[in-house]
């Protein structure tokens, strides 16, 4: 499933918005972010299989506020990506070596992705893109073990993944022409994706 690309404009036309993301740039850098690609909402494919591979295939799934089935179907993601036109792709890579394990190491890598994305969201927000909102790579990882489906600890900095909206990352790499490579064994450098959805 993939949004009409009607009535789009491309933000790079936009010299405040230009700004903005060479700012965004800086502050991103703190948090592994290396790259900044604006995106048409247009190009964001969203794709029922993809929740297949929460469902089998990820521990997280049924265990978190911000992972399937608490995040919205590929149905109602596609109906909300319809009410933005621009979102901006974050692109981070990142090595760890315990990526398939459950210890604080591998908790401080996500907690600092997710930190990142939401302080971009935060400038934007404060920058008058009063729709803001971001979808951050991998699961949330802010409490050592996820209270759900008991209240969230921190309702304020939760958001769900971008894998959690059924968002096909790799097809959407492919509508804008970015390059990818699928990591080859854990100890290898791997891209992170996180979305900021824009207005
Ligand atoms: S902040 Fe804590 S309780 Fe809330 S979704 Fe994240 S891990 Fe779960």
């Known amino acids: 499933m993939q949004n009409n690309p ?5 933000i790079e ?10 700012e965004l740039g800086k502050l991103g850098k703190r948090y592994n972010i290396n790259e900044i690609i604006p995106l048409n909402t247009g190009d964001i494919c969203v794709a029922p299989w993809v929740r297949l591979k929460c469902k089998y295939g990820c521990n997280k799934y049924g265990k978190s506020w911000c992972c399937p089935p ?6 109602k993601m596609q109906a909300i990506l319809k009410e933005y036109r621009k979102a901006l792709l974050l692109c ?4 760890n070596g315990d990526f398939y394990k459950d210890n604080q190491r591998k908790r401080r890598i996500q907690v600092n992705t997710w930190k990142g994305t939401l302080a971009l969201e935060r400038r934007l927000f404060l920058a008058g893109y009063y729709k803001v909102f971001g ?3 991998e699961n949330c990882a802010l409490c050592k073990t996820c209270t759900y489906p008991q209240e969230c600890k921190f309702p304020q900095d939760r958001r769900p993944s971008v894998e959690s909206c059924s968002i096909d990352i790799f097809q959407t790499l492919g509508n804008i022409n970015k390059q990818f490579q699928i990591a080859q064994n854990v100890t290898a450098e791997y891209n992170c994706y996180s979305i900021i959805l824009l207005e």
């Open 6 to 10: 009607k009535n789009v404009y491309f």
């Open 135 to 137: 979808l951050v790579s």
């Open 13 to 22: 036309n936009n010299r405040k918005e230009k700004d903005i993301i060479a």
């Open 70 to 75: 608490e995040t919205p179907t590929p149905e």
């Open 92 to 95: 981070g890579v990142l090595r």
